[in-house]
């Protein structure tokens, strides 16, 4: 048996963000029959979803189509996980486009799930999430797999993984700082400072501090 993650929440409060009202029915009643999810705040554009999601707390995970009138879907992830990076964010959409795909991954998005497959993947999306793993279709994977060879035969680094926060925090993680002394440093919560080091230590497939120091070391980010 695997262990919960004790920072995942027992019920997962979700934003619904889709400018078709009969989509966002459908996934209502999807996301509400399962006893550890439940909606609990609604858009119908991408500048009503970030508003919702900035404002208050309760929101855990917010899924998103990519596209909408206004902001974007891709517009509102960016701009959520720029400003609540602890909120895990899941994109819908109807495109099975690597493009797209990659474009939701850089925006933050933990997940990209097609809507034509909302009833086989949805759910599992969600949990995975919220369990800090990244959901994907299996396309997409490949389409994954194929851009990081393509990367590695052009000789680019695994630091481009990282956004220039995320190497910030990598660097004081090497220099032995603590949680607390980074947020004092980058004027940040402790929270949002676990939550990037998660992501960091997931990127790069990593265990511990001591693999995030080593590979520090190795890029030239901190002295050995």
Known sequence: MVDADPM????TNILIADDHPVVVRGLRNVLNAQPDLEVVAEASDGDAAVRLALATDDVHLAILDISMPGRTGLQAAREITRRRPELRVLMLSMHDNEQYLFEAIAAGASGYVL???VDRD????CRATMRGERFLYPDGVRALMREHLERVRAGETDRDLLTPRENEILTLVADARTNDEIGALLDISKKTVERHRENILEKLGMRDRVELTRYAVRRGLVAA
């Open 115 to 117: 809507k034509s497959a």
């Open 122 to 125: 949805l759910i599992e999306a």
């Open 8 to 11: 995942t929440p027992l019920k």
